[in-house]
């Protein structure tokens, strides 16, 4: 069974900063991909960055980078240059042949 | 182009009453996920189809939950009846499966759920 670990429940940063969320994840999949999604105080789930388990390189889209270390099981989430707009929950999600598992999501503030 | 769409947005209920809430992929999307959301238990999926059809309803948590897709572009969720403990956000998330990327979900809005 697939199953994925956030283990930070709040994270604060200073804005401008860059920060780190942690995820880990446990599979049998050969194959599967790797996301994360942001969830703002209004609630709606915004897909930000993907990483499939056989691309060589670290995905990255705009402020947000994937650090993907496939030994440890790990894709960690950075943002570069945090802004006030960055404050929200986010949610790592694994994905094998069919369906998508979340974490427990890491609450991430970010202080003026 | 048209995201998920959810209905209702807001349910306010009484015990015992039926639940129904409903979702419309995105056009070409051929999976479909129903989720719930909670303080306490975060994001559990609850049942997802592929082609319409149900591929793993393990997460549904009791016989009062159900779920359908009788097309491509509509699915269902029903509760019956519907009890306190229910009370959550449902997503209904869509998504196309491309070879060699497993694909991202497109969300809803969701649909809040209140039963008193």
């Known amino acids: 069974a697939q199953k994925i670990t956030q283990t930070q429940p709040g994270m604060f940063v200073q804005e401008k900063e860059a920060v780190t969320l942690d995820c880990t994840y446990d599979?049998?999949?050969?194959?599967?991909?790797l996301f994360w999604y942001k969830q703002p105080s209004s609630g709606e789930m915004i897909f930000l960055i993907y990483q499939g388990s056989y691309d060589q390189q670290n995905a990255t889209e705009g402020r947000y980078s994937l650090n993907f270390q496939k030994a440890r099981k790990s894709a960690n989430l950075v943002i570069s240059a945090s802004q006030l707009g960055d404050s929200a929950m986010y949610f790592c999600a694994m994905r094998g042949f069919n369906d998508m598992r979340f974490g427990a999501g890491t609450r991430l503030t970010v202080k003026p | 182009d048209a995201g998920v769409i959810q209905s209702p947005r807001h349910e306010v209920t009484e015990m015992g009453q039926e639940v129904t809430l409903r979702c419309k992929p995105i056009?070409?999307?051929?999976?479909l996920f129903w989720y719930r959301q909670t303080m306490m238990r975060g994001l559990e999926l609850l049942i997802y189809?592929?082609?319409?059809?149900?591929?793993?309803d393990s997460g549904m948590p009791e016989d009062r939950f159900s779920a359908k897709m009788p097309n491509a572009s509509f699915s269902t969720l029903k509760i019956q009846p519907s009890e306190p403990r229910d009370s959550a956000v449902y997503f209904c998330a869509s998504s196309l499966y491309l070879a060699g990327h497993t694909g991202e979900l497109f969300f809803g809005e969701g649909s809040r759920l209140t039963v008193l």
């Open positions: 189809f592929n082609n319409n059809v149900p591929i793993d």
């Open positions: 056009s070409g999307h051929d999976y």
């Open positions: 599979t049998s999949d050969p194959s599967y991909g």
